[in-house]
């Protein structure tokens, strides 16, 4: 009778949940896009639509002009065979693209809200195999839906929820091999499922080095190290494919050479040499002695090490909002002292091994994060669900030990305020700006009209207009001569400069004689109190 009322409620919670995630859809801005990279991405998005799926040039109208990638910035756009690409990983884009007649505008937000609901459908699952008791169990889906920054990045037109996704159902396996049935399928599906990120996002291939760390030595630990050969046949068989489609569409066989966000792998790999060499050397001198206050010594040490690379890394910003969006990490430094001594020893039990997973995952990303922490707090998104597993797991605190479920729900309640005042004053805050700004430049040019942008910032976030507007990068004083001399030999004698300050239209005609402005609008927003300005230019003669 319990489990009816449990699979009733749990089928009300999901109801309630579609039924948010639906208004939550229609209610957000067509075109609201967070951020320039997202622009970017509908550029792409849109290519594969516009051309039947058959292929994703982007039909740069500039071209006709004698504009080519140099217009657009060669770090984020390639020209190959007289077609012009954006450098961004394919999947997200094309699969977002299979729903565009459908939603139009709208399927940028589609796939990432789907990736949530069944994230979380998913990790209910996980949460009945653990077999948490009832009021864990709340708690822990609360958590997940609500209390943790899934839900806010499911609307931003990123690949970060869809990876979530992946590594959520990669850890239902992993679990079911945990609990279970100890198999070998369950752990090479686990496999599978997380290998297929490398499709979405290039930190999962750090995400895999930690999955595949924490699997040996667990399997080491329990006696079942045959069971690595099926884990790592999977992991190779799918990063085969993934090379030969880096290949087939880039011409790079690990990674898109040229895609603006790849990771500093040279450094992360030096990184992740010294803390491997570190790890082995504490490991070895802990089972080598025999003191029990030395063995403590050891321990010790590698917490200090631990906190200190925290500390050090000029990223500290980073762990300080993921810390404030998602509190309920602390969580994991309760049991740290007796996960990292199984961790020494080489005695690794389930939650041992998600302890050390999340630990590789956190100190591998670190070095590779770069400037901007409110927007790349984004790469380490899939600590969330490990996490949350790894609490589930941990039984004898969660159910057993005092004021556990009270600290948890107040962790929880301030990661939940947290990501209410992130969503309000940082995602929607962007979106439905960025979205007014298209919205001022479709009112106030007309299609085919050459729009002249001094960076690229707010180029790539006009992208939905980027098919219908002749979009064209000036960022460099020398080559305001080149453009102005392309433009008049095209015969286009009236076009747009978009500027950040009244000075840009004196920066930009500055000793060019014959041209003048005709007209100066005024873009402002209550959303963000910046003015930008749309310059109307004409050739005199």
Known sequence: MENKISIKIDVAIFCVLAVALIIVFFSLPRLGLYVDDSGRKYIQMKAFYLNGYKDYDIHYPGKAMGFGVAALNPQYFTQKNGKIFVNYYLPFTFLSSLFYPLFGDRAINFLPLLAFFLSAIIFSGILHLIGAARRVYYLLLFGFICASPL??????????????????????????????????????????????????????VILLGAFYISIFLYLHSNNQIKKIIPVTACLALVLLCYCLFNHYFYGYVLLPGKLPWIFPFKKYFIYAGVAGAITLLASSIYKSLKDERAREFIILLVLAVFFFYLGASRQTSFIRIFFCLFPSLAIILFDLRANVKNVASLKLDAKAALFLYAALFLLGILPCLGHNPNVNVRFLLPLVPIIFVFLCLNKSFMEKTKGAILLVSLLLIVGFIFNLNFLKNEILKYEFYNAARISFIKENTKTNDVIIFLNLSPLSAAGPLFSERTYVLCDRKWEIGKVLGKLKKAGVTRFYLWGMAQISKDYFLKERKGYQVVDTRVFSSKYVKLKQYLFEIKEVK
């Open 151 to 204: 839900y806010v990045y499911s609307i931003t037109f990123w690949e970060h929820v869809p990876l979530i996704f992946l590594t959520t159902a990669s850890l239902y396996f992993l679990t079911k091999f945990f609990i279970l049935r100890a198999n070998s399928s369950n752990l090479s599906l686990a496999s599978v499922f997380l290998a297929l990120g490398v499709f979405l996002r290039p930190e999962s």
